[in-house]
């Protein structure tokens, strides 16, 4: 077991933790029995712990910081160097980066979360988020008086994410990586607002968003067992969704004259 601090003044600073287990359970002469969980076994297990900070001043428009918590299904079950660690079954990471730009601004996150007791783990990798400020793309600035095409705002969002949910003991293998699950989403959120009748304000607004995806589910109809059949299939696939909302609002004004005694 090791443990290593780090530290750059004005920077970041952080630990990195590294721990290794080999546990002998058992005897040579009885023999393993997996059903059991019986006889003689050697379990290698690990544990990875790791704090990042950064320091504030340094990048004001670039972050990065992580904590990492890995351990592996045996880790604190024997041999624990507390009660709280035999006790404590669970354990979630996250490793984030963001940068903003003048008018946009990415993030970037990688997440992990288990169950030692379950034997389930997720991680989530890459989790990729880019967002742009609110612009108007057909505002003239030379015109003298605005319409309600220099009014119309458009804003893009993408979002991506893969993540595999697996039992610990598989997901590593090979086999593991035919179930780890991918998607984009596109959101252009567009509106404007224009007087009407002088003394109203419409806000017209649609929302367009589109979903990619690596794999998808056919269902089909067997008719020997009378069940339904949900096949997975490769191939890239879009789906699309539009809405759209308006809203019209005005404002009244008044005055109120009180009667005092005078």
């Known amino acids: 077991y090791t443990t290593n601090r780090y530290y750059k003044r ?27 969980t019986l006889g003689y076994q050697r379990l290698k297990n690990f544990s990875v712990s790791w704090i990042h900070n950064q320091d504030a001043k340094r990048k004001p428009n670039e972050r990065f910081s ?25 354990f979630f990471s ?11 601004a990415i993030a970037v996150n990688a997440r992990h ?30 015109r003298g008086k605005p319409n309600f095409l220099d009014k119309i705002g458009i804003s893009y969002t993408a979002e991506a994410k ?8 598989a997901f590593f293998k090979e086999s593991s990586l035919d179930k780890i699950q991918y998607g984009v989403r596109h959101t252009i959120p567009i509106s404007t607002n224009l007087n009407v009748l002088k003394y109203f304000t419409l806000t017209p607004a649609i929302n367009l968003s589109a979903v990619n995806y690596l794999n998808y589910n056919e269902y089909r109809f067997d008719a020997t ?14 789906g699309f969704d539009a809405n759209f ?14 009667k005092g005694k005078h």
């Open 225 to 238: 067992t009378n069940t339904a059949i949900k096949d997975t299939l490769q191939g890239f696939k879009t």
């Open 10 to 36: 004005y920077k970041y600073n952080g630990a990195l933790n590294l721990g290794f287990k080999e546990i002998v359970l058992g005897e040579k002469e009885i023999p393993f029995e997996k059903s059991s």
């Open 113 to 142: 979360n288990q169950n030692t007791q379950s034997h389930d783990m997720e991680v989530s990798f890459p989790e990729l988020t880019f967002n742009t400020v609110r612009f108007f793309p057909f505002k003239n600035e030379e």
């Open 245 to 258: 909302s308006t809203n019209l609002t005005t404002k009244l004004f008044g005055d109120y004259y009180f």
């Open 66 to 90: 992580a904590n990492v918590n890995v351990q592996s299904a045996f880790n604190n079950k024997y041999n624990p160097e507390n009660s709280a660690q035999y006790l404590t079954n669970t």
């Open 162 to 169: 893969s993540f595999l949910r697996e039992k610990d003991t």
């Open 94 to 104: 996250n490793i984030s980066y963001g940068y903003t730009f003048k008018n946009a």
